[in-house]
Nanobody, 117 residues
Framework: QVQLVESGGGLVQPGGSLRLSCAASGSIFSIYTMGWYRQAPGKQRELVASITSSGRTSYADSVKGRFTISRDNAKNTVYLQMNSLKPEDTAVYYC???????????WGQGTQVTVSS
């Protein structure tokens, strides 16, 4: 079973950028659909972006044009480049690895992103 560790969160001013990383170990990373989710206080966890094993990406409407998901199968890592950050992007961001045929799977521990001046 895959294990996931996120990193790269922090405090950033509105309009700034951050890059989140999610390192996977313990399984065949390349076959998983990888997703980035976020959960703000008092809100449900929501899907932000995903990337399939073939590299097909999808994004929530709220982040289209600002966030980019990518993966490096040689490094067993998925990234989320976040640009033009807004205060409403503040949340704990989680990485998820979904095996073939599943919509969700293993979760990472999460990394806090705070957008504030």
């Amino acid at each position: 079973q895959v294990q996931l560790v996120e990193s790269g969160g922090g405090l950033v001013q509105p309009g700034g950028s951050l890059r989140l990383s999610c390192a996977a170990s313990g399984s065949i990373f390349s076959i998983y659909t990888m997703g980035w989710y976020r959960q703000a206080p008092g809100k449900q966890r929501e899907l932000v972006a995903s990337i399939t094993s073939s590299g097909r990406t999808s994004y929530a409407d709220s982040v289209k044009g600002r966030f980019t998901i990518s993966r490096d199968n040689a490094k067993n890592t998925v990234y989320l480049q976040m640009n033009s950050l807004k205060p409403e992007d503040t949340a704990v961001y989680y990485c998820n690895a979904a095996p073939p045929g599943y919509s969700s799977g293993v979760w990472g521990q999460g990394t806090q992103v705070t957008v504030s001046s």
